[in-house]
């Protein structure tokens, strides 16, 4: 089955900096990648998404890059703000039904300092 | 997208009882799934509620420990049975819609306590 490892576990930066995230997955036939956050005590969100027919997406001031030769794909946050603290999980899986089953990374605790 | 809940948000339970916790959708949905979140950890798929058969279990879960409904397209429980202090965890149920494939969104959660 899928394996997602991320790193790394715990990311702190001072407001306005950049911070990066990485993930890699081992099964080739995955084709979606999300990233959610998940603040204290609640759900996860899923805040951006690619999938394998694409290199890199980006939304405001969150991107995500994917490299399917060497399965890593990464999360990048620029000009960070204190909300952007929280846990982020990076997941992988397969086209619809029931292959859409996310298998998770690890979590990287980010925290945006003054 | 869509608005899910959850019954009950958290409970504490007596080792050796059962609880079922409820997942609803405010519109149909292709495909319902339950997570578990241990303490400080990440999520974990326990199955795959399908509707009108059997649920499709990951590795390390079985029906007897963690019995699940899916009676029709906006509705799953989740049961988890012979509590113990190791099931202390976040549930979690997430859908997916047919017009949005492969995205899941994920209900609020219930916190279980075994004592």
């Known amino acids: 089955g899928e394996n997602v490892e991320q790193h790394p576990s715990t990311l702190s930066v001072q407001e306005g900096d950049s911070a990066v995230i990485k993930c890699t997955y081992s099964?080739?036939?995955?084709?979606?990648f999300p990233w959610y956050k998940q603040e204290l005590g609640k759900r996860p969100q899923l805040i951006i998404d690619?999938?394998?027919?694409?290199g890199e997406k980006k939304d405001q001031r969150i991107a995500v890059t994917l490299n399917k030769t060497a399965k890593h794909f990464s999360l990048h946050i620029t000009e960070t703000q204190p909300e952007d603290s929280a846990v982020y999980f990076c997941?992988?899986?397969?086209?619809?039904?029931?292959?859409?089953?996310?298998?998770f990374g690890t979590g990287t605790r980010l925290q945006v300092t003054l | 997208s869509a608005v899910i809940s959850q019954k009950p948000s958290r409970d504490i339970c007596q080792r050796g009882t059962s609880l079922t916790i409820q997942c609803q959708v405010d519109?149909?949905?292709?495909?319902m799934f339950w997570y578990r979140q241990q303490p400080g950890q990440s999520l974990t798929l326990i199955a795959t509620?399908?509707?009108?058969?059997?649920?499709?279990?990951e590795s390390g879960f079985v029906i007897d420990k963690f019995p699940i409904s899916r009676p029709n397209l906006t509705f799953s429980t989740l049961t988890v049975s012979n509590m113990s202090p190791e099931d202390s965890s976040i549930y979690l149920c997430?859908?997916?819609?047919?017009?949005?494939?492969?995205?899941?969104?994920f209900g609020p959660g219930t916190r279980l306590t075994v004592l």
């Open positions: 099964d080739s036939a995955s084709n979606y």
């Open positions: 690619i999938r394998s027919n694409v």
């Open positions: 509620a399908n509707q009108g058969s059997e649920a499709t279990y």
């Open positions: 997941a992988a899986s397969r086209k619809g039904g029931t292959a859409s089953k996310l298998t």
């Open positions: 519109s149909q949905v292709t495909m």
């Open positions: 997430s859908v997916e819609r047919s017009d949005r494939v492969n995205e899941q969104f």
